[in-house]
């Protein structure tokens, strides 16, 4: 049980594209789900909160116009990179958890985006 | 706020060894959770093993155990009996409203 998919697994795009990711929990209904940015060879970072039904928690230096979260159901969370620059260019993992009272996160298997 | 450190880059174990790779951590939350989370090459975050911080026993999932100090904000993972599959990058964890992470450890596996 518990488990957490992500499409796709891996994005090529040019600069000055958005590209969208979409993270499912396939059998739990998500009240939170964390979106993570995890560069090469370093520590996963994250970058916001959302909860369903309401404008995601961004954490300090994450430019919330450029990284659209919607979660817009119970299931399901998107993650959109607007206006997609080479730097962007990085591992995104997202995580849901699977009711209020509990800390533990369910992570997804990631989506490798490169920018060209 | 709230820091978690792993001061170990890079560990390596011959087979079948012990090894314990550090981790401490800050937080003035009282409840809250520490994992070990283990990162194959595949990228694929798989839990290792969990401790809740009201919890005064070790954690214990088979090979792995958690030496849990809450005095001193320390949470050590040990791996007995190491094996290849071990070989991954190892990630300490901090969970309250939300996961802070260590900047891992890179475990190697000497056959």
């Known amino acids: 049980g518990a488990v957490v998919s992500q499409h796709p697994s891996w994005v090529i795009c040019k600069s000055g594209t958005s590209v969208k990711i979409e993270c499912r929990s396939l059998d739990f209904q998500a009240t939170t789900m964390f979106w993570y940015r995890q560069f090469p060879k370093q520590s996963l970072m994250l970058m916001a909160t959302?909860?369903?039904?309401?404008?995601?928690?961004?954490e300090q230096g994450v430019e919330k116009d450029k990284f659209l979260i919607n979660h817009a159901s119970l299931t399901l969370s998107t993650l959109t990179v607007t206006s997609a620059h080479p730097e962007d260019s990085s591992f995104y993992i997202c995580?849901?958890?699977?009711?209020?009272?509990?800390?533990?996160?369910?992570f997804g298997p990631g989506t490798r985006l490169t920018v060209t | 706020a709230q820091t978690v450190t792993q001061s170990q880059p890079e560990m390596s174990v011959q087979e079948a060894e012990t090894v314990t790779l550090s981790c401490t951590y800050d937080?003035?939350?009282?409840?809250?959770?520490l994992f070990w989370y283990k990162q194959p090459p595949s990228r694929q975050m798989i839990l290792v093993i969990r401790q809740e911080a009201y919890k005064q026993q070790n954690a214990t999932e088979n090979r792995f155990s958690v030496n849990f100090q809450k005095a001193a904000k320390s949470f050590s993972l040990k791996i007995s009996d190491s094996q290849l599959g071990d070989a991954a990058m190892y990630f300490c964890a901090l969970g309250t409203y939300k996961y802070i992470f260590g900047t891992g450890t890179r475990l190697k596996v000497l056959a």
């Open positions: 995580s849901a958890r699977l009711a209020v009272s509990s800390y533990e996160q369910y």
């Open positions: 937080t003035s939350e009282s409840d809250y959770y």
């Open positions: 959302s909860n369903e039904g309401s404008k995601a928690t961004y």
